[in-house]
């Protein structure tokens, strides 16, 4: 069962004016093959289809552990856009979509089917499909497949952080970032416990410090990178079998939070009833009028 708590994971400030273009470029940390909705649908199936669960507990309480957490993700990421794209709709006369939406500023499926919200896809169109899961029903090769698609996340989430200048984004990326490099150090130790070889010589992956970043240093001077939280009031509690000793970032020492995130609010959108409806014309009242 899952628990659902009404915060996101972060504070995420206000925008000062709608920014459709880098809406749609964060669209990719949502539906893009290296998204928040790949790490989390990926770890979800491998929990739900992994056997023999009693005799490698730690790793079964490290992938579905990762995969709560995944899910706070989606709503990050989901509120970052929505945040984005909230003053079109205030700026909006109500008549026609305002700033080009759908001209080259934006990704004009904000409006057309979604209601100016987050889209299940990524930046260049394409929907997110049940095609990116990777279950093979290994250990090893699961562990090792979800190391690489922590990999890829983090190349995404560095270019769109350098792809976009906009505060509001760069905030929730900077997060990202050092969250998404937990969880690739927590596979990659995983795998340096079942196989004897250590992957976490292998960190980071890009070669990029995330100190690198304003917005991911802030996180990781408060420790962000080395805690791992357990997302559950009683159970996963054997991820400190393999969530321990040593950061290979920094050399701090791990540790496993037994409660979430301090979070913060989750905005409030404009809202937004006839949705560029057009506006009535007065010509045709006036017709009207006359005919009754």
């Known amino acids: 069962m899952f628990l659902r708590i009404d915060k996101l994971q972060i504070e995420l400030p206000r925008p000062a004016q709608a920014d459709p273009e880098s809406a749609g470029i964060v669209q990719e940390l949502m539906g893009g093959k290296f998204g928040e909705m790949s790490t989390l649908m990926n770890y979800t199936y491998q929990s739900f289809n992994m056997r023999g669960k009693s005799k490698i507990r730690p790793y079964y309480d490290l992938v579905a552990n990762i995969a709560a957490e995944e899910m706070g993700h989606i709503e990050l990421v989901a509120n970052t856009v929505n945040l984005l794209l909230d003053q079109v709709i205030e700026d909006s006369d109500g008549a026609t979509p305002p700033l080009d939406v759908g001209a080259g500023t934006g990704n004009p499926d904000h409006l057309l089917n979604l209601g100016m919200g987050t889209i299940p896809g990524g ?155 057009p506006n009535v014309d007065a010509g045709d009242i006036e017709e009207i009028a006359k005919r009754l």
Do not use: C
Request: net charge negative; no cysteine.
């Open 123 to 277: 930046a260049g169109g394409a929907n997110w499909t049940g095609d990116y899961v990777f279950n093979s029903g290994n250990l090893k090769l699961d562990l090792l497949h979800n190391f690489f698609l922590e990999s890829g996340a983090r190349m995404g989430k560095i270019r769109v952080y350098e792809a976009t200048q906009n505060p509001v984004a760069r905030e929730m990326i900077g997060y990202l970032i050092v969250r998404g490099g937990v969880h690739q150090e927590a596979y990659a130790k995983a795998l340096s416990d079942l196989s004897g070889v250590d992957v976490t010589k292998l960190l980071p992956v890009p070669e990029i410090d995330s100190n690198k970043f304003p917005d991911a240093r802030k996180y990781m001077d408060r420790g962000f990178h080395r805690i791992l939280y357990r997302f559950s009031p009683e159970d996963y509690r054997q991820i400190g079998e393999i969530w321990n000793g040593i950061s290979a970032i920094d050399g701090t020492e791990r540790e496993v939070d037994d409660g979430i995130p301090e979070g913060g609010e989750v905005p409030d959108l404009s809202p937004a009833p006839p949705l560029y409806a």
